[in-house]
Structure formats: C-alpha cells, structure tokens
C-alpha cells in the first residue's frame, strides 16, 4: 500500500509565485482570475446565438 | 340566543382544502409557484444573452461535482489516491469544483452589476451569496481531504484562524475522520439544499430583467393591459415579438 502511494507521489514543488510590493499571488490562482475576468467581458460583448429569432 | 345559521365557507365544498394544513400548503405552494412558473416553456427575450448562461453553469458544475463525488466515496480514498480510474475521477471532481466557482464568481459579478436583488428578489440574492460561502466551506474541506503536504499547510493555517474565532476544538481541521464526513455529508446536503432554494426563487420571481429594460417593455408587465404609449408598444413589439405582423 504505502509503497503504491509513494510510487504515484508527484514531485513536491511550490509552484510558480508572481509579486508585486506586498501583493502575492500563485500562477494557478491568477490565471482563475484572468479567466474569470475574460468570461466576465466576454458574457457582456458577445452575441447569444440564435438570440435574435428567439420569442 | 341567537340561532340563526350564520353562512361558512366551507371549503371542502368549494374544494379548497383549507380545512387542513397540507391542503393550506398547497394552495400556498401553487400560489407562490404554480407549474407553468416552475417548469416555464420560454423567457423573455433578454435572457437570450451570455450574461444569463453562467448561473446555470454553475449548476451543471454542481452535477458533476456531485455524481464524481459520489464514485469517490463508493470506492475510498485507497482507490482515488492509487489506481489510475481513481485518479481520473478525483481530477474531473477538482475540476468539476474550479468550474463550479468559476461561473459561480462571473455568475456573482454579472447579478452584482445588474443589481439583480430588485423587484422583490431580495431572498434570491440572499441564497445565493449563502450558495457561494457554504461551498468556500466545502472546497475547503475537500482540499483538507488531499492527504498531502498541501493540506496538511492549509490545515495548520486554518487551524489558528478556527481557534482565534472560537470553533477550532468543534470544527477541528486537523481530525481527517471529521472533515472527511463535513465535506461528503454535511456540507454536499447544505449546498444542495441552498442551491436548490435559490433556483427555486428565482422561478418564483422570474429571471431579473436589465436595469435599462423600460418599464413599458411589453414582457414586463401584464400581456393583457393596454398601454398608452402605442408607439413604444409597435417598437418593443417589432424587435421582442418577431410574429406580431407590423403594418
């Protein structure tokens, strides 16, 4: 069992960090929120197909 | 003394069914959300926008959180940490979850902006803003759940905040066992059970219209009144209801 666990360990790493002054942020993290925020303007100027011949 | 019959509703005869508190509930429930509310056959033109597609998202992220979360407990954490099937269903339930909040969080901002509490939708709002902290709880203990270094850090974090605000020696982040049934007991019956009450106030009160949707829209009021102003009347007609023929 344990060594089945240790064998599909991933390797340990902190992962990628950006900073600006006391502001910091993991890559993961900011890209959620780049991603939320292109949805959010992309929702606001795109057409809604078909929205036209809708009732 | 007078006995003179003094005329009752009777409402079993009027068949009511007011008599008794389930035939009470009902006439309340089909009040407040009469079937062609809760199950509608088509909404007004304006929903027909990417802006009103994120909350049900949001749904769609649940379901699959939910039916992966399900395989997961049915098979165990030695199944989900070691074999490759288990390892597939864990990730489609992480990702499941980051979708989940993703259109969550646009859903929030795009109902925040169109200040989507007006017309009477003030528990609406309030359900979903409890949708969006009970799941933060949620995520939170799945991510406790990871068994690894990573959530042993979050939990020693958590584990200070809990004790400064109080609850730390009940919600103990540090108990695997606990957390283990607060995220695959408690907390999926809390989201559900606020997910569903905010689904079904908004079909009580109706998706929110545009803020700069007029009063005079054709769909925001009673399809029978008439309206004085007949020529913003033939204009909303001409755009919102392609088949209403204009001279």
Redesign the interface.
């Known amino acids: 069992?344990f060594e089945?666990?240790a064998s599909?360990d991933v390797p340990?790493s902190p992962g990628t960090y950006f900073g600006w002054g006391d502001v910091t942020i993991q890559s993961g993290n900011l890209a959620?929120i780049i991603?939320?925020v292109i949805?959010?303007v992309?929702?606001?100027v795109?057409p809604?197909p078909?929205?036209k011949?809708?009732? | 003394m007078n006995t003179e019959a003094v005329p009752v509703p009777n409402p079993e005869a009027d068949g009511t069914g007011a008599y008794t508190w389930t035939g009470k509930a009902r006439r309340w429930l089909l009040k407040q959300l009469p079937p062609e509310k809760l199950l509608p056959e088509?909404q007004p033109?304006y929903v027909?926008?990417?802006?009103y597609?994120?909350g049900m998202g949001a749904v769609a992220g649940l379901v699959f959180i939910i039916a992966s979360g399900v395989v997961l407990s049915l098979n165990g954490p030695?199944w989900y940490?070691?074999s490759s099937l288990g390892?597939f269903v864990n990730s489609v339930h992480l990702w499941s979850v980051?979708l989940f909040?993703?259109f969550m969080?646009?859903h929030l901002?795009?109902k925040f902006w169109m200040a989507a509490w007006r017309g009477g939708r003030l528990l609406t709002w309030i359900t979903g803003m409890l949708a969006f902290l009970v799941s933060i709880v949620t995520a939170f203990t799945g991510y406790l759940l990871q068994t690894n270094?990573d959530s042993q850090w979050i939990a020693f974090e958590a584990k200070d905040a809990l004790n400064a605000v109080g609850i730390g020696a009940w919600f103990n982040v540090a108990n695997l066992g606990q957390i283990f049934m607060w995220h695959i007991m408690l907390l999926p019956l809390a989201v559900g059970a606020v997910v569903a009450l905010h689904v079904v106030m908004v079909r009580v009160h109706g998706v929110v219209p545009p803020i700069d949707a007029a009063e005079t829209d054709a769909q925001l009021r009673d399809a029978t009144s008439s309206g004085t102003d007949s020529a913003t009347t033939s204009v909303t007609n001409s755009t919102?209801?392609?088949?209403v023929k204009q001279p």
């Open positions: 069992m089945q666990l599909t340990i959620v991603v939320m949805l959010f992309l929702a606001l795109l809604f078909g929205g011949r809708r009732k | 088509d033109s027909a926008s990417w802006a597609v994120f030695q940490h070691v390892h980051e909040f993703i969080v646009v901002w795009i270094f919102v209801h392609p088949e």
